[in-house]
């Protein structure tokens, strides 16, 4: 005879509560550092000082984000990061899936032996190539313009995005295509019409994480730019500490600028990353 | 609230359940729990107990193999991290192979020594990929 009102597994209740302490404390570990980011930019250097970086602003001071708007010159870097994510990204994104659809899809020879090759390019650290690459942008006479930046970035992405669109590619069915060729369609057709519509949650997923990628990018454009004509955000952010070494609150300001965008296209984007589209498509 | 009940534990075939029944006979608590079975021959009912270790674990091989290798050539191509927050320094105690490729290529103008240190990196990384790769181009 037991004398309890208690729920019967206790254990798995002491379990669950470990789990979540752990996770929770994992997630403060994450979001402290952001924090600090967020109270730090809208403090004043004085309350700074005061209060240390962890105590919440009392007075927010909006004005530091004028400034540093206005003093980083964030303008002419958000421009052309921007252009980078509206040409460069769409543009590498549609070469890999021209180039994974034939691989998924066709049977021809050295289709695998292809396949490795571009694998072989997630492997190779973007080190070895740059100091060919400034060689031949110079040559090319691209410096100090957005192109010098578009083309290497679109090449160094490709092997991971054609990775992912071959893999999704493989799990549309045969049957669509079978049926749309019956139908009289083309292989362009088929790939413009079918292919890609199913595969959005793919494409969204790798917009993300290019997006991501290239708005952080910093080591390509380091070597490769050095006008503000063709600054990227990371280079912007780079002169502007340099600008502010000890003014934290201004280039707290100033990070929490160039991270919002992100933020705001990770959320906006976020529910189209459901797979599964094409599941259902065809009766088995 | 003390409440008198009865705890039944039963040890089933597929899964173990516990409830807690009041001497009226009001069922206040339950729990129930999956065993993973197998029927290696009509009749028989198998369950082992370390079958974490011999399938669970093997089978999430190939998983921890790809994300094993993906982050060894992540950390041999850091630089960012390094570049704007120490610059190697103090001294170069922080410096990595990224940043000390780039210091020597396109500060110190050693374009043919940065180089090597590159081909260094990709060597690393193509040595620890053969099998990621391997796995990857299997149909």
């Excluded at chain 1, 072989?120 to 930046?149: A, D, E, F, R």
């Excluded at chain 1, 952010?237 to 934290?248: D, E, I, T, V």
């Excluded at chain 2, 374009?111 to 990929?129: D, E, N, P, R």
Aim: aromatic share 12%.
């Amino acid at each position: 005879m037991s004398t309890t009102s208690v729920p019967i597994a206790p254990k798995r209740r002491i379990k669950g509560v470990g789990l979540f302490l752990i996770l929770f404390l994992m997630a403060l570990v994450f979001l402290i550092p952001f924090g600090i980011v967020a109270f730090t930019s809208v403090k004043s250097q004085g309350e700074l000082i005061m209060g240390g970086v962890l105590a919440l602003p009392k007075q927010f001071r909006w004005s530091n984000f004028v400034r540093a708007w206005e003093i980083g010159k964030f303008g002419i870097y958000f421009k052309n990061s921007g252009l980078l994510l509206l040409i460069k990204v769409p543009l590498g994104i549609f070469l890999a899936a021209l180039a994974a659809y034939p691989l998924a899809k066709m049977k021809f020879r050295f289709n695998n032996a292809i396949f490795i090759l571009f694998l072989l390019g997630l492997t190779i650290p973007v080190h070895v190539i740059l100091i060919p690459m400034v060689i031949m942008v110079k040559n090319l006479g691209l410096t100090n313009t957005l192109w010098s930046l578009i083309f290497p970035y679109v090449a160094i992405g490709l092997p991971f995005q054609i990775f992912v669109m071959r893999g999704f590619f493989r799990l549309i069915p045969d049957e669509l295509l079978e049926a749309a060729r019956i139908d009289g369609a083309s292989e362009l057709w088929i790939f413009l019409r079918i292919m890609l519509p199913l595969s959005l949650p793919a494409l969204a997923t790798l917009y993300i994480i290019d997006a991501v990628a290239t708005w952080n990018e910093l080591l390509v454009a380091l070597v490769l730019v050095n006008a503000d004509a063709a600054r990227t955000v990371p280079l912007g952010l780079l002169r502007f500490q340099g600008q502010f070494a000890s003014n934290y609150t201004q280039m707290m300001a100033g990070v929490l600028i160039v991270i919002a965008p992100m933020i705001a296209l990770y959320i906006f984007l976020q529910q189209y990353l459901i797979a599964g589209l094409s599941a259902g498509a065809v009766k088995e | 609230m003390k409440v008198d009940c009865l705890v039944v534990i039963d040890e089933g075939t597929t899964s173990t359940r516990v409830s807690a029944i009041t001497s009226q006979g009001d069922v206040v608590a339950e729990s129930r729990r999956s065993l993973d079975v197998s029927y290696p021959r009509p009749g028989w009912v198998e369950q082992d107990a370390q079958a974490f270790w011999y399938v669970t674990f093997p089978s999430l091989r190939e998983t921890h193999i790809i994300v094993g290798t993906l982050a060894v050539i992540q950390s041999f191509k850091v630089f960012d991290m390094v570049y704007t927050m120490t610059w190697g320094g103090p001294g170069q105690i922080t410096q990595v192979l990224g940043t000390w490729m780039y210091f020597n290529g396109f500060q110190y103008y050693r374009a043919g020594y940065g180089a090597a240190i590159a081909w260094i990196i990709a060597l690393i990384s193509m040595v620890v990929a053969i099998p990621y790769i391997r796995i990857m181009s299997r149909d």
